[in-house]
């Protein structure tokens, strides 16, 4: 299929006069039957992508998405066409959607499959996926497959095996957003296989980005409270934990600001009614802990504001990104403290213990449990845990998931525990490194549009003219040398295989397999030649 044909395509059924810069590279990348992870920023169109590679391929597209209302409403359109195509949701307590999806999926019509990933914990439901053929498996919000994401869900796990029940085939895997080693582990856990990587629309010129640093708490307090105050329009402010979440809030409400707390302490009733109150306009101010933003589709938020730095950097462009989404201005504000850190470095430095992979690799070895509760009851130890080192485990290699958990082949309980514990470390080293990236981003003196386009792969010369750095007339240094290009492949003598991402006056930035990120002294890099073209 050309190029035009996929234009025509998209013009007929979805009422394009063109495709957006990312959309044709990833159609193109699926229909020649690769595998393809499309990183595309929020309001690229990633939808559109399965929905055109699923009308061109024919048969069944299966759509994996934890925002399956969200889906059903997109692809709503396509149904009604004149030649509309059948949609349909796969829920094993939903009779009547389910028969539905049944017949769609065995008897291979035109047409397409909504499933939430919780789907994938119940036996018949794989079986009837290993019985049919689909023509593609979509999986959007892939990020959620990634630990390295804010809202990991573990039941993503289960989609290596679904994928091989159901015949292998092409993999289309969408997230607005994802650095390197996020995408390398979405590939990772769904086995893909050399993927069409297509990354883009990340830049948002419409955000105005800026820093506000503070030496202690009190002062950015007041500030963040001041500044809420005077701000125009709706905004969210995030926050790390549920008591600055209310206690933010009733101080906005006592100044004459209408502000909700949104976090995962309150119940599903409460944070739903809080959404909605936000959606129709009768709040002003979200005061949110991470749990709050997934599915969230109001185009005119005019702020965001982060009362302490976030985990990543991945996280904070994710939440950014939910401002000024109908394409006029909105402001980015990020109330920094060093000290802040703190806690993040402790969790970063935190994870499985080999005490938890041993009774998790064991439970599995005498077991094979079904899902998470049972190997939970198993081991006797929080599902948190559980999950996290059943992650570990997965990522080495050493567990499969199936209609049961098991030990790969050829491997005991002592192996797979090593495996995953290398893994471990490495994955401690990676996190560390992005808590530092956030220090970094913070601190920096230069485009904060090109620091942050530049982490996530996407070349931009600076100055923006719209980042408190430029608007300051601050500069960056240039780099005395460039011995890499950007985006190139080096070795270094200790820390192995990376990435260069980017440069700063004297240092660069390289992004390395197995230890993640670190500013290097360039001169020194090559001087000593402990940094080589891999």
């Known amino acids: 299929?050309?190029?035009?044909?996929?234009?025509?395509?998209?013009?007929?059924?979805?009422?394009?006069?063109?495709?957006?810069?990312?959309?044709?590279?990833?159609?193109?990348?699926?229909?020649?039957?690769?595998?393809?992870?499309?990183?595309?920023?929020?309001?690229?169109?990633?939808?559109?992508?399965?929905?055109?590679?699923?009308?061109?391929?024919?048969?069944?597209?299966?759509v994996v998405s934890p925002l399956v209302a969200l889906q059903r409403d997109q692809l709503r359109a396509l149904a009604k066409h004149p030649a509309g195509v059948e949609v349909a949701e796969l829920n094993a307590t939903d009779r009547a959607g389910g028969h539905a999806a049944r017949e769609?999926?065995?008897?291979?019509?035109?047409?397409?499959?909504?499933?939430?990933?919780?789907?994938?914990?119940?036996?018949?439901?794989?079986?009837?996926?290993?019985?049919?053929?689909?023509?593609?498996?979509?999986?959007?919000?892939?990020h959620l497959v990634s630990e390295w994401g804010e809202d990991f869900r573990p039941d993503y796990l289960r989609l290596a095996a679904a994928i091989k029940a159901m015949g292998r085939p092409p993999v289309l895997a969408l997230t607005a957003t994802a650095a390197p080693p996020v995408r390398k582990q979405i590939a990772h856990r769904l086995e893909m296989d050399d993927p069409a990587v297509v990354v883009g629309g990340f830049d948002r010129p419409n955000l105005n980005l800026a820093v506000f640093a503070f030496a202690d708490d009190d002062t950015k307090n007041r500030r963040l409270l001041s500044h809420v105050r005077s701000s125009?329009?709706?905004?969210?402010?995030?926050?790390?934990?549920?008591?600055?979440?209310?206690?933010?809030?009733?101080?906005?409400?006592?100044?004459?600001?209408?502000?909700?707390?949104?976090?995962?302490?309150?119940?599903?009733?409460?944070?739903?009614?809080?959404?909605?109150?936000?959606?129709?306009?009768?709040?002003?101010?979200?005061?949110?802990?991470?749990?709050?933003?997934?599915?969230?589709?109001?185009?005119?938020?005019?702020?965001?504001?982060?009362?302490?730095?976030?985990?990543?950097?991945?996280?904070?462009?994710?939440?950014?990104?939910?401002?000024?989404?109908?394409?006029?201005?909105?402001?980015?504000?990020?109330?920094?403290?060093?000290?802040?850190?703190?806690?993040?470095?402790?969790?970063?430095?935190?994870?499985?213990?080999?005490?938890?992979?041993?009774?998790?690799?064991?439970?599995?070895?005498?077991?094979?449990?079904?899902?998470?509760?049972?190997?939970?009851?198993?081991?006797?130890?929080?599902?948190?845990?559980?999950?996290?080192?059943?992650?570990?485990?997965?990522?080495?290699?050493?567990?499969a998931i199936g209609h049961q958990f098991h030990l790969a082949r050829g491997v005991d309980v002592d192996k797979a525990v090593a495996a995953a514990s290398a893994v471990e470390h490495d994955r401690r080293e990676v996190a560390r490194s992005r808590v530092e990236m956030m220090s970094t981003y913070a601190e920096y003196g230069g485009c904060r549009r090109e620091w942050l386009l530049s982490y996530f792969g996407e070349h931009y010369e600076?100055?923006?003219?719209?980042?408190?750095?430029?608007?300051?007339?601050?500069?960056?240094?240039?780099?005395?040398?460039?011995?890499?290009?950007i985006g190139s492949r080096v070795k270094h003598r200790t820390f192995g295989a990376g990435l260069v991402e980017h440069y700063d006056g004297t240092?660069?930035?390289?992004?390395?397999?197995?230890?993640?990120?670190?500013?290097?002294?360039?001169?020194f890099m090559i001087h000593n030649q402990l940094l080589v073209a891999e």
């Open 1 to 62: 299929m050309t190029v035009r044909d996929i234009v025509a395509l998209a013009r007929e059924w979805l009422g394009y006069e063109s495709l957006r810069p990312g959309q044709e590279d990833a159609v193109r990348a699926v229909l020649d039957g690769r595998d393809t992870l499309a990183v595309l920023a929020t309001g690229t169109g990633k939808t559109a992508i399965y929905q055109l590679a699923g009308l061109a391929l024919g048969g069944v597209t299966v």
């Open 104 to 142: 769609l999926l065995m008897d291979g019509r035109p047409g397409f499959v909504l499933m939430s990933p919780e789907q994938l914990t119940h036996a018949d439901i794989l079986e009837l996926l290993a019985k049919s053929r689909p023509r593609l498996l979509a999986v959007d919000e892939a």
């Open 232 to 399: 125009r329009g709706p905004g969210i402010v995030y926050v790390a934990t549920h008591r600055h979440a209310e206690e933010l809030a009733s101080d906005l409400n006592t100044a004459g600001v209408s502000a909700h707390p949104y976090h995962a302490g309150l119940s599903a009733k409460q944070r739903r009614e809080v959404q909605d109150t936000f959606l129709a306009g009768d709040c002003r101010v979200v005061v949110a802990t991470i749990a709050f933003g997934m599915g969230i589709d109001k185009p005119d938020i005019r702020w965001v504001s982060h009362a302490e730095a976030p985990a990543s950097i991945d996280a904070y462009y994710q939440e950014i990104g939910r401002a000024g989404r109908d394409g006029e201005p909105a402001d980015i504000e990020l109330f920094f403290r060093h000290a802040d850190l703190g806690l993040n470095r402790f969790f970063a430095s935190g994870g499985v213990t080999d005490e938890d992979l041993v009774a998790v690799a064991t439970a599995i070895h005498e077991h094979r449990p079904a899902n998470i509760a049972e190997l939970t009851a198993a081991t006797q130890l929080s599902a948190a845990r559980v999950e996290r080192a059943l992650g570990r485990l997965t990522d080495a290699r050493v567990v």
């Open 462 to 485: 600076g100055p923006c003219g719209n980042c408190d750095n430029d608007l300051a007339g601050r500069t960056a240094a240039p780099p005395e040398e460039e011995p890499f290009p």
């Open 507 to 523: 240092t660069m930035t390289v992004l390395f397999d197995r230890v993640g990120y670190k500013e290097l002294r360039t001169a």
